[in-house]
C-alpha cells in the first residue's frame, strides 16, 4: 500500500526502523522485485532501443561498454 503511494516506512520518523542487519538475504522486497525481471522483454526492449541510437550514441555506448567488460575482467583476474 505505502509502496503504490510512493511512500514509505521511513517516511514516519516516529516508527522504529529494523536495521539492515537484521534482515535476511532477499527478504528486501526491491531485491525480489528486482531478480524477477523478465529477461527476453528486457532483451527486447533494449533491441527496439539500440536501433534508435544515432551513430554518436552507438559510438559512446560501445565505448562504455567495452570499458565496463574490461573493467570486470580486470576485477575478477585481479581476484583470482
Request: proline letters at 1%; charged letters at 15%; aromatic letters at 20%.
Amino acid at each position: 500500500m505505502l509502496m503504490s503511494n510512493s511512500r514509505s516506512l521511513k517516511d514516519y520518523h516516529l516508527l522504529l526502523q529494523l536495521h539492515i542487519s537484521y534482515s535476511f538475504p532477499f527478504q528486501n522486497r526491491f531485491i525480489i522485485d528486482e531478480l524477477q525481471y523478465n529477461k527476453e522483454d528486457i532483451a527486447k526492449e533494449h533491441a527496439i532501443l539500440f536501433k534508435s541510437l544515432t551513430n554518436e550514441q552507438v559510438h559512446i555506448y560501445i565505448y562504455i561498454y567495452i570499458y565496463i567488460y574490461i573493467y570486470i575482467y580486470i576485477y575478477i583476474y585481479m581476484i583470482l
